[in-house]
Structures are given as structure tokens and as C-alpha cells.
């Protein structure tokens, strides 16, 4: 399955809040799946998602990685008492991932109306 792409949108009624996150940011939809387990459980460790998710913890920390990328995920290293350390990960409020999308949506309509715009069959 080919990754989802904002066109994918198009034509979609009622698309759904973790279709929509994938298609506008370009991630897979069970990396969308990630940023929505974080919102529930704030903090998590790679190994504690990886359980709430069902998933294999590589898995899991490939799509961590992607969210970070994406700046849907921020990431904070906890030291543990035995020593060492842990990553803990917490999703971007709500809020601010809405504000992403919605400028990431108006920043490919002015696009697209620009490609309409700018359509002239003379010059094809």
C-alpha cells in the first residue's frame, strides 16, 4: 500500500481525524495511529507504546522517529535511578496539530487554485 497523500483527500466526504493526519503529513496510517495512543497515554516509553499499540517496538520506534520528523512528537530523555536512561514521547496538543493541518490544507489549495489560475491551453 502506497503511503497516503493529501489528493487522497479529495472525493472523501467524512474523511476521519487519523486519515486526514496521514494524508496531510505523509505518514502511514498506523503511524497517525502512534500520535493518537501518545495523546492517550502521554510519556510513553518506545516499550510501553509498543504494548498499547499491539506492535513490535522497532515498529514502533520507526514511526516515533517519523512523528519527530514531522514535529507531531517531541521527545524527552529520562534518567533512571538504576542508571541510564530512557526516551519518553509525548504527542503535540491537539490544538497545534489542527493548526498544522489546517495551514498545511491552505498552503495546497492556494496551490491547486494557482494550477487553475494558471492553466492556459494555448501553451500546452
Not at 497515554?41 to 522497532?58: C, K
Not at 515498529?59 to 522517529?65: F, G, P
Not at 519527530?68 to 509525548?90: A, F, I, N
Request: net charge negative; glycine share 6%; charged share 35%.
Amino acid at each position: 500500500m502506497s503511503d497516503p497523500e493529501i489528493e487522497d483527500l479529495v472525493g472523501d466526504a467524512s474523511p476521519s481525524f487519523e486519515h486526514v493526519l496521514s494524508c496531510v503529513f505523509g505518514v502511514r496510517d498506523h503511524e497517525s495511529r502512534a500520535y493518537l495512543a501518545l495523546l492517550e497515554y502521554p510519556g510513553s516509553t518506545v516499550s510501553e507504546l509498543a504494548d498499547a499499540l499491539d506492535r513490535d517496538r522497532s515498529n514502533v520506534n520507526r514511526s516515533l522517529s517519523t512523528l519527530r520528523e514531522k514535529g507531531l512528537v517531541e521527545r524527552r530523555r529520562r534518567l533512571l535511578d538504576s542508571g541510564g536512561y530512557v526516551y519518553q514521547y509525548t504527542a503535540i496538543p491537539v490544538p497545534e496539530a489542527k493548526r498544522r493541518l489546517h495551514d498545511a490544507l491552505d498552503e495546497w489549495v492556494a496551490d491547486v487554485h494557482d494550477a487553475i489560475d494558471g492553466f492556459d491551453p494555448d501553451e500546452r
